[in-house]
């Protein structure tokens, strides 16, 4: 069975930009959450996403935006990009959603300049 | 607020001795506890979990403990390898929201 993969692994964007990020998830799974993982910070929830539709979100400002398809890939966007969105950003899958076990994807390493 | 705290950001173990990270949170709502492992340039990987119903949980080499009225919970790992080398996080989850420690990382010493 094939992991959760996220694309691209790296990226580099200027400040002001905006950035679009991609995760698909393992075959079967219909939630897909999104942490942003910084050395100070740890893991920090963003938001998930089941069935196409946002079930939970974290304390991130309205900048931070996703989305979910039919077959269950789904993508999240950064608008107006600053040098503190600079991070590694983690999706993860599961079956259910929530807590249960989920399986992260490598990450894609957002650098802001 | 941190609700899920991991005070050490470090710990250095021998190899085959036994390696205890720990865990405290605030929220007494969590219900499921989970616990996270991950090497660089990869995504954390679930290694094992715990119910509130429960005190307990071994898995192989790993075990957690969960303490409710002292709001702590620890991983045990025994006996200690070098492929243990890596970030833990721990999580913790009440109405499908989980939120994660800062992470401890482990240096399992030859």
């Known amino acids: 069975k094939a992991g959760v993969t996220q694309t691209p692994r790296y990226l580099i964007k200027t400040r002001g930009q905006q950035v679009t990020l991609s995760c698909s998830p393992i075959?079967?799974?219909?939630?897909v959450s999104w942490y942003q993982q910084t050395p100070g910070q740890g893991l920090q929830f963003l938001f998930e996403?089941?069935?196409?539709?946002?079930?939970n979100k974290g304390n991130f400002p309205g900048r931070f935006s996703g989305r979910q398809f039919s077959n269950s890939r789904s993508e999240m966007n950064v608008s107006t990009l600053e040098l503190g969105d600079s991070a590694l950003y983690l999706c993860?899958?599961?079956?259910?959603?929530?807590?249960?076990?989920?399986?992260f994807g490598p990450g894609t390493r957002l650098t802001v300049t | 607020d941190q609700q899920v705290k991991q005070n050490s950001p470090s710990l250095s173990v021998q190899e085959g001795r036994i390696s205890i990270l720990n865990c405290d949170y605030t929220?007494?709502?969590?219900?499921?506890f989970l616990w996270y492992k991950k090497y660089p340039a990869e995504g954390p990987t679930f290694l094992i979990s715990?119910?509130?119903?429960?005190d307990k949980n071994e898995d192989g080499r790993f075990t957690v403990f969960l303490n409710k009225s002292a709001k702590h919970l620890s991983l045990h790992i025994v006996p200690s390898q070098p492929g243990d080398s890596a970030v833990y996080f721990c999580?913790?989850?009440?109405?499908?929201?989980?939120?994660f420690g800062k992470g401890t990382r482990l240096h399992i010493l030859p």
């Open positions: 993860a899958s599961s079956w259910s959603g929530g807590a249960y076990e989920q399986y």
């Open positions: 075959s079967g799974h219909r939630s």
């Open positions: 996403y089941f069935s196409e539709t946002q079930r």
């Open positions: 929220n007494s709502m969590f219900d499921y």
């Open positions: 715990i119910s509130s119903i429960k």
């Open positions: 999580a913790a989850s009440a109405d499908d929201k989980i939120i």
